[in-house]
């Protein structure tokens, strides 16, 4: 008797969860489309793309738009100029964000409250408002049509506040009984943050990593204004470069370099999303 009723409550919860997977299957599927148009849409001819009605799939399959993305650009080095500057600005603004974030969580110094108002009000003063100076500064240091501006504006931007503010909360629960423990054996306060805190941040790591990654891979704006030289262009300007001989958008290899930049966002989001949403989760432990 128990037996059959065992029985029955699982089927009911295999049921129940094939239901809910369904279900989630069904309201992603909105979600997903414009993302399965882009990369299918990559296999069309550029005649087919935009047929009426529209189709997901293709009628004649080609790579055409898969060859013209790489002799249309030098596609491969403005890959590589993404994932460098993607790679040098997360491993940054994990670095210096989480020493900030250290700091106004568990070191008293004067007016550190101020500070840290005064540094979250950076993150309402938008990008475009400071563009102007911020252009004059790097021309007059030389630097336009270098990569520098996009490595060291995301870094020192007010776009790293979101990822002090992150571990700042982070460090709010940090039990200060490993910190007064460490204290006692002699460890400064160096080597507290980088042999003990900080290697308990995995999951405030994983989400400024995966911001910071995305934030700096995916970066236009700053690249429209500083690069020139295709062969310096971010992923994102290359993008929107691909054009004939009579300045017609060619669409296929658009779509096609898009799909391919997708690649390493979706990796890096796959490999840390739990951490990703428990480091988010936490910032709201503590104020």
């Known amino acids: 008797m128990r037996s059959d009723t065992s029985l029955a409550n699982r089927h009911r919860?295999?049921?129940?969860?094939?239901?809910?997977?369904?279900?989630?299957?069904?309201?992603?599927?909105?979600?997903?489309?414009?993302?399965?148009?882009?990369?299918?849409?990559?296999?069309?001819?550029?005649?087919?793309?935009?047929?009426?009605p529209p189709s997901l799939l293709p009628r004649d399959w080609?790579?055409?738009?898969?060859?013209?993305?790489?002799?249309?650009?030098?596609?491969?080095?403005?890959?590589?100029?993404?994932?460098?500057?993607?790679?040098?600005?997360?491993?940054?603004?994990?670095?210096?964000?989480?020493?900030?974030?250290?700091?106004?969580?568990?070191?008293?110094?004067?007016?550190?409250?101020?500070?840290?108002?005064?540094?979250?009000?950076?993150?309402?003063?938008?990008?475009?408002?400071?563009?102007?100076?911020?252009?004059?500064?790097?021309?007059?240091?030389?630097?336009?049509?270098?990569?520098?501006?996009?490595?060291?504006?995301?870094?020192?931007?007010?776009?790293?506040?979101?990822?002090?503010?992150?571990?700042?909360?982070?460090?709010?629960?940090?039990?200060?009984?490993?910190?007064?423990?460490?204290?006692?054996?002699?460890?400064?306060r160096a080597g507290v943050f980088f042999r003990i805190a900080l290697p308990l941040a995995k999951p405030a790591i994983a989400a400024v990593g995966i911001m910071a990654f995305l934030r700096s891979f995916n970066m236009y704006f700053e690249a429209l204004i500083f690069l020139r030289t295709p062969e310096n262009f971010t992923l994102g300007l290359a993008i929107t470069r691909y054009q004939d001989f009579y300045g017609e958008q060619m669409w296929n290899a658009q779509l096609g370099a898009a799909s391919l930049t997708v690649l390493p966002i979706l990796v890096v989001f796959l490999v840390a999303q739990k951490q990703f949403v428990q480091g988010l989760a936490q910032t709201g432990i503590k104020g």
């Open 13 to 52: 919860s295999r049921v129940a969860t094939i239901s809910l997977y369904g279900l989630l299957v069904v309201v992603s599927l909105p979600f997903l489309y414009p993302t399965l148009w882009m990369f299918f849409s990559s296999f069309k001819p550029a005649n087919e793309i935009f047929l009426q």
């Open 62 to 188: 080609t790579l055409d738009g898969f060859a013209q993305v790489f002799t249309a650009q030098p596609f491969l080095q403005q890959y590589g100029n993404s994932m460098y500057i993607a790679t040098i600005v997360t491993a940054s603004s994990i670095l210096l964000s989480a020493m900030a974030g250290y700091a106004f969580a568990r070191i008293r110094f004067p007016l550190r409250n101020a500070a840290f108002t005064l540094m979250l009000a950076a993150m309402m003063v938008p990008t475009e408002v400071t563009i102007i100076p911020v252009f004059t500064a790097v021309n007059a240091m030389g630097l336009n049509d270098t990569h520098w501006p996009l490595i060291i504006l995301p870094i020192f931007g007010p776009t790293s506040v979101v990822s002090v503010f992150i571990f700042r909360q982070h460090f709010l629960s940090f039990p200060k009984e490993y910190e007064e423990a460490a204290r006692l054996d002699g460890v400064s």
